[in-house]
């Protein structure tokens, strides 16, 4: 039996297309049509998983995660839709683990959950994570890229830790900002997060104007592209 | 000239006590003169040369003086000069003829010049009056618009007549509202709505002197063109008299008329102006629905016949088959939401909902997104970039800017052949960046440059590769909102090169 996925979605066409193609992915699939039957359901059922949808009828889907997140962490993935990236932001800084946008293909779906899942796991911080050919070894704060040792200034290793240790989830520019250059002001903090996500992509990047390590999501953040 | 500032006189003169010791001194004068000199004329030319200062003081001074110098004329000539000299006789009564004939001389005079001062006096008139006119019309045609035009209507009327003057023009229901004024009345009551009503709805003028509403101290002046009141022309007339101002009437008439059809003028205009808005967005409207109708129905076409051949013939079909048909409503589904982002893009340009959310972005990192949305369709391509290395980021809305440069280049794809290389550049110059993607496709028609950022324009050789139209001017009203250009180059070679022009600040 899969991990059991809760799909909080008014539309009915979208909750059957996920159930079926969920299950095929050996899911077991629960369904909410409403925000607050969601909230219940998160309760009463307790998922390993909740797919949000963020243009729920009954109530801003904000607030549904405000509610679910009052007692529980399971890890949400909300469905946004393009030109909502401020409404995106606001659920990812306030606890979604990661937003796919309509329309959006199966696979890339399914990659989002088994990464949420996976973080949820609370997997032991593995020492050292590899992402495509880099390999960052934590316990030993070294970065290699095809067994050649990268260096990397102390924020740019912080960034890149940041991200590596949230491996395939987005992160938003303020948690990054948070993470790296703690309580500074933030505009000027994303001025430098701009500069070092620069300087990180000349030095890990085979191509730094055509990236495959990390993403940019325009308008929400960075992803650390998770090859697992 | 000289004939009219002599009868001048006359005018300012009319009641002084001047003329007539004018009159006397000359008499006084003549009379001495022939005293000296003229005994040796004869009484015949005497009188004649008293005749002198009754024409004089007829022509100049009117009726009053001219008398007065026949009178005293005819006196001195019988006393001084006829026989016995200084002395009247009863014979003399026979000189009364000679009175008649200086009193009649006197009268035709005076009465011909009078009229003839009377004609310099209105032409004069005519002329101020056609000169205000014409200032008038030549200040207004100068102005292009309504409240520029009714401004200098009322400034007019009110520095010519220095009468008070507003402008009232029908709002909205059935109201009247003051559209322009000049000159502040000494008690400002306002204008009269009712009357203003009256006036517009019936297109005749009322107020003081015109023998409708009299009770009011103002007048009310249709501005009327043919049989259509375009507005009311309102002048405060406090104070005037009832000659002064009858006088004034034509005059404040003739302003109006003038006044109609420059307002006219300006209301065709803006009419035609509606019109052919109208007209433009009734052609845009078709467009729209003959480019979306198709642009959707042929997608809607693939998906629809694919899933109903896919459930009907399920037995029939053979995995390759199968796959053939996903890959059918993949495709299709795709090209419809790139149909509905550009139309959702194109809606929120022209409603004015586009909100820029701008940050520092790099150039680099906007392209990388764009070319990562387009790696599927850029395979069979080979793409070149060429970055300045030192390039300033730019304060953009990074999603809106890569969705500029993922149409740019997915236009770069679809109108070139597979194998076909694609330069793209970015480069700063002047506090300007500059974004150019350059293709080897099939380019644009000579003098299309500009056209094709137009709504639903398709160049003649892209009409057989679908598209709707949009994504160019989509791409040039978001560059335009960041206050920046869009502007397209053939290549010498073959293909065309979209520059994008972005302030760098």
């Given at each position: 039996m899969g991990a059991r996925i809760l799909v909080v979605d008014d539309e009915l066409q979208i909750r059957k297309l996920l159930k079926v193609t969920l299950q095929a992915h050996g899911f077991s699939l629960l369904e909410s049509a409403t925000g607050s039957d969601g909230v219940v359901c998160v309760g009463m059922e307790r998922p390993d998983l909740v797919v949000l949808d963020l243009g729920l009828p009954d109530m801003d889907g904000t607030e549904v995660l405000r509610q679910i997140r009052e007692w529980s962490q399971v890890p949400v993935i909300v469905l946004s839709v393009r030109d909502n990236e401020a409404q995106t932001v606001a659920v990812l800084d306030s606890g979604a683990d990661d937003y796919i946008t309509?329309?959006?293909?199966?696979?890339?779906?399914?990659?989002?959950?088994?990464?949420?899942?996976?973080?949820?796991?609370?997997?032991?911080?593995?020492?050292?994570?590899?992402?495509?050919?880099?390999?960052?070894?934590?316990?030993?704060?070294?970065?290699?890229?095809?067994?050649?040792?990268?260096?990397?200034?102390?924020?740019?290793?912080?960034?890149?830790?940041?991200?590596?240790?949230?491996?395939?989830?987005?992160?938003?520019?303020?948690?990054?900002?948070?993470?790296?250059?703690?309580?500074?002001?933030?505009?000027?903090?994303?001025?430098?997060?701009?500069?070092?996500?620069?300087?990180?992509?000349?030095?890990?990047?085979?191509?730094?104007?055509?990236?495959?390590?990390?993403?940019?999501?325009?308008?929400?953040?960075?992803?650390?592209?998770?090859?697992? | 000239m000289q004939i009219s500032r002599f009868l001048q006189g006359t005018s300012r003169s009319r009641h002084g006590w001047l003329p007539y010791l004018a009159t006397t001194l000359a008499i006084g004068v003549l009379t001495i003169l022939l005293l000296r000199v003229g005994l040796s004329f004869q009484l015949a030319n005497i009188a004649l040369l008293f005749l002198l200062p009754v024409l004089f003081s007829a022509a100049r001074w009117g009726f009053g003086p001219s008398i007065y110098a026949a009178a005293v004329g005819v006196v001195a000539f019988d006393y001084f000069f006829v026989p016995p000299i200084f002395s009247f006789s009863v014979s003399d009564l026979r000189y009364l003829i000679s009175f008649a004939v200086?009193?009649?001389?006197?009268?035709?005079?005076?009465?011909?010049?009078?009229?003839?001062?009377?004609?310099?006096?209105?032409?004069?008139?005519?002329?101020?009056?056609?000169?205000?006119?014409?200032?008038?019309?030549?200040?207004?045609?100068?102005?292009?618009?309504?409240?520029?035009?009714?401004?200098?209507?009322?400034?007019?009327?009110?520095?010519?007549?220095?009468?008070?003057?507003?402008?009232?023009?029908?709002?909205?229901?059935?109201?009247?509202?003051?559209?322009?004024?000049?000159?502040?009345?000494?008690?400002?009551d306002g204008v009269d709505e009712t009357i203003c009503r009256w006036v517009y709805v019936h297109g005749d003028t009322a107020g003081r002197g015109t023998g409708r509403c009299e009770h009011t101290d103002q007048i009310y002046v249709p501005l009327k063109t043919e049989d259509v009141v375009r507005g009311v022309l309102v002048l405060d007339v406090r104070g005037q008299t009832g000659a002064l101002l009858a006088e004034r009437l034509r005059l404040i008439e003739a302003f109006a008329g003038l006044s109609a059809v420059s307002i006219a003028r300006i209301q065709l205009e803006k009419e035609a102006h509606m019109a052919r808005l109208s007209a433009e967005s009734e052609r845009l409207r078709t467009a729209l629905l003959d480019s979306i109708s198709h642009e959707l129905r042929t997608p809607l076409a693939g998906i629809i016949g694919s899933v109903t051949g896919m459930i009907e013939n399920e037995a029939m079909l053979t995995a390759e088959d199968r796959r053939d048909l996903l890959y059918t409503i993949r495709d299709s589904a795709m090209r419809m939401n790139r149909l509905v982002t550009n139309l959702l893009g194109m809606v929120r340009l022209e409603s004015g909902m586009l909100s820029l959310h701008k940050r520092a972005c790099d150039v680099s990192d906007m392209l990388g997104v764009a070319l990562r949305q387009v790696q599927d369709s850029?395979?069979?391509?080979?793409?070149?970039?060429?970055?300045?290395?030192?390039?300033?980021?730019?304060?953009?809305?990074?999603?809106?800017?890569?969705?500029?440069?993922?149409?740019?280049?997915?236009?770069?794809?679809?109108?070139?052949?597979?194998?076909?290389?694609?330069?793209?550049?970015?480069?700063?110059?002047?506090?300007?960046?500059?974004?150019?993607v350059a293709d080897e496709g099939i380019g644009i028609p000579e003098g299309d440059e500009e056209r094709i950022f137009d709504k639903f324009y398709r160049a003649e050789g892209a009409k057989k590769i679908p598209g709707t139209g949009l994504g160019l001017a989509i791409c040039r009203g978001i560059v335009e909102a960041h206050g920046g250009g869009i502007a397209a180059e053939r290549r010498a070679s073959r293909g065309v090169r979209i520059v994008i022009r972005l302030p760098v600040d």
């Open positions: 309509k329309p959006f293909g199966m696979g890339e779906l399914v990659a989002r959950i088994r990464v949420a899942l996976r973080h949820a796991a609370h997997a032991p911080g593995e020492p050292v994570i590899t992402v495509g050919d880099v390999t960052i070894d934590l316990a030993r704060r070294l970065v290699e890229k095809d067994g050649q040792t990268i260096h990397l200034t102390p924020i740019e290793y912080d960034l890149l830790k940041a991200m590596a240790v949230n491996a395939g989830r987005v992160m938003t520019h303020h948690q990054l900002v948070r993470q790296v250059w703690g309580d500074q002001n933030y505009d000027a903090a994303a001025h430098y997060l701009r500069v070092y996500i620069g300087h990180l992509r000349k030095k890990v990047e085979n191509d730094p104007t055509r990236p495959t390590l990390i993403i940019t999501e325009p308008g929400i953040g960075y992803r650390l592209l998770d090859f697992s | 200086f009193l009649s001389v006197a009268i035709l005079t005076a009465t011909l010049a009078l009229r003839l001062r009377m004609q310099v006096n209105e032409s004069r008139q005519r002329e101020a009056d056609t000169a205000a006119l014409y200032d008038l019309s030549r200040q207004m045609t100068a102005r292009g618009d309504l409240t520029g035009i009714l401004e200098a209507i009322v400034t007019h009327v009110y520095g010519t007549l220095r009468l008070p003057a507003w402008i009232a023009l029908p709002a909205d229901g059935d109201r009247m509202s003051i559209s322009a004024r000049a000159g502040q009345p000494p008690h400002d850029l395979q069979h391509r080979t793409v070149e970039v060429n970055l300045q290395g030192d390039l300033p980021p730019l304060r953009v809305d990074d999603v809106l800017i890569e969705q500029v440069l993922v149409n740019i280049l997915s236009n770069a794809v679809k109108y070139s052949t597979d194998n076909s290389r694609i330069e793209i550049g970015a480069a700063e110059r002047d506090g300007t960046a500059i974004l150019t």
